[in-house]
């Protein structure tokens, strides 16, 4: 089964830091772009960041621009997502997934573009 699994998640106070990281399961992660994608309680979701096959084209949600940092080892089969400067309205489960990382699926937008969803890990930002 082909799968994306997220991990790194867990409770900060405002102001913390997190690693998210994102690993394959079944398949390799150098031939896709992954988005990191998040869904709070009572809203749609959202897509975070997102960085192309090499790692050298990211985007970002607006609101996360400067906070977040996405980057990839293709070594290790793995994309992480860098969150410093939290804030309680970071709360939500976190997914990554691979699809486009462009035009075709901006930044904010819910990822139905994007396949191999993760079951998520949950970050909650709170003093």
């Known amino acids: 089964q082909l799968q994306l699994v997220e991990s790194g998640g867990g409770l900060v106070q405002p102001g913390g830091s997190l690693r998210l990281s994102c690993a394959a399961s079944g398949f390799t992660l150098d031939s896709y772009a992954i988005g990191w994608f998040r869904q709070a309680p009572g809203k749609e979701r959202e897509g975070v960041s997102c960085?192309?096959?090499?790692?050298?084209?990211?985007r970002y949600l607006d609101s996360v621009k400067g906070r977040f940092t996405i980057s990839r080892d293709n070594a290790k089969d793995t994309v992480y997502l860098q969150m410093n400067s939290l804030k309680p309205e970071d709360t939500a489960v976190y997914y990554c997934?691979?699809?486009?990382?462009?035009?075709?699926?901006?930044?904010?937008?819910?990822?139905?573009?994007?396949?191999?969803w993760g079951q998520g890990t949950q970050v909650t930002v709170s003093s």
């Open positions: 960085i192309n096959r090499n790692g050298i084209n990211t």
């Open positions: 997934a691979a699809g486009p990382c462009g035009v075709r699926a901006p930044m904010g937008t819910p990822g139905y573009e994007y396949d191999y």
